[in-house]
């Protein structure tokens, strides 16, 4: 069984710049949800992804966006990156969208750092 | 008011001892939760959950729920060096999907 995979591991933007990240869904799985932690802080949820639809999304700004593939993959997309969007992103896969126990597995995140 | 809260910590206990890690909650509609641990540097990794009020136990770790009183907590019996990380405690809104708090750090001392 194939686990969560993200990429790139780290990434170093400058300001105004746009950024893609990227994740590969564990084995089976067909919902992702992608959450930014900023250092110190609890992971903040951005949005999800069922079956390719949006599927809910947090208090994130429209330049945040996202997409979900045929094979559930998905891309978070940002756009005019700004200095507060440094912070670990993390992407979590699980099976059939969110409620009561469906457990998320996380990726190791991509560290983003925005210069 | 923040929608979960959390003492930040670092809790710290000695080796074999119970440790209690505490969450409250704002929204009463919460109807699922959960507690993830996360060591530095890695992503979090689910631990327990708990949906209706009392104890649910497994193996060390105890998680209980007051929904009236909007609490919730996990204790850890027999605190080893290798659960020290950062708890985070998380409740699950359908259509609001998962909130998390701002973890509790826990140090186990040897």
């Known amino acids: 069984e194939t686990g969560v995979t993200q990429s790139p591991t780290h990434l170093i933007k400058t300001r105004g710049q746009q950024v893609t990240l990227r994740c590969s869904s564990q084995s089976g799985h067909n919902t992702v949800s992608w959450y930014q932690q900023a250092l110190g802080q609890g992971p903040q949820f951005i949005f999800q992804y069922y079956r390719e639809e949006e599927n809910g999304r947090g208090n994130f700004p429209p330049r945040f966006s996202g997409l979900q593939f045929p094979n559930y993959s998905s891309e978070l997309n940002v756009n005019a990156l700004e200095l507060d969007d440094s912070a670990l992103y993390l992407c979590?896969?699980?099976?059939?969208?969110?409620?009561?126990?469906?457990?998320?597995?996380f990726g190791p995140g991509t560290r983003l750092t925005v210069l | 008011q923040k929608e979960v809260e959390q003492n930040s910590g670092p809790l710290s206990v000695p080796e074999g001892a119970i440790a209690s890690l505490n969450c409250t909650y704002s929204d009463r509609g919460s109807q699922s939760f959960f507690w993830y641990r996360q060591y530095s540097g890695k992503s979090p990794e689910l631990i327990m959950f708990?949906?209706?009020?009392g104890d649910k136990e497994d193996g060390r770790f105890t998680a209980q729920l007051n929904k009236a009183s909007q609490y919730v907590s996990l204790l850890i019996r027999d605190s080893q060096p290798s659960d020290s990380a950062t708890y985070l405690c998380?409740?699950?809104?359908?259509?609001?999907?998962?909130?998390f708090g701002p973890g509790t750090r826990l140090s186990v001392l040897p």
């Open positions: 708990i949906y209706s009020n």
């Open positions: 979590a896969s699980s099976l059939g969208r969110l409620a009561g126990g469906n457990e998320q597995f």
């Open positions: 998380v409740l699950y809104n359908y259509g609001q999907n998962f909130v």
